[in-house]
């Protein structure tokens, strides 16, 4: 597993690809739940959201998320990597949502609270890779891949905020 780590740091950093992942629905199946239940961990962690709250809020932004970057696959004739970019994409979020999680036990063990400034470092960080990964998979221009990416997150977010009734 660590390999593939490895891959998603790598990506992470724009040096590599989703098309350097095994087409594998089983490790897509390994990262997607690895990243509901830290995701789940972190957000009832910081939050004041009820667990189930929260939890049908990243299903359903997750669930968005897929469907969207299937139809922008599918849009560009790329539907057959789907498994590989949607791993690339989960990955990648698992690594930063790790990320967040050592800050926030930091912020908590120094006692200091940063929260804002890595909100925002974290959302413009993962904005870029999410760009690159759709830029790599679709072959598209990098900045309309990122501004892709931009409104990927903000509609999936907002549809995961709705169906729990916040607005």
Known sequence: ??????????????KSGPELLPASSFLLLVITVCNIVLSLIISTSIGTQPAITVATTILTSLAAQVL????????????????????????CDLLLNMVIGVCIAVMQLLKVDFM?????????????????????AMEIYMALAVALAF?????????????????
């Open 1 to 14: 597993m660590l390999p593939i780590l490895n891959l998603f740091w790598r990506i992470a950093q724009l």
């Open 116 to 136: 804002t400034t890595l909100a925002l470092l974290i959302f413009f960080w993962s904005i870029l890779v999410f760009g690159y990964i759709l830029h790599k």
């Open 68 to 91: 969207i970057i299937y139809g922008l696959l599918m849009s560009v004739g790329k539907a057959a990597r789907l498994t590989q970019t949607l791993s690339a994409y989960l990955g």
């Open 151 to 167: 409104f990927l997150t903000l509609i999936s977010v907002s549809i995961g905020q709705l169906v729990v009734g916040q607005t």
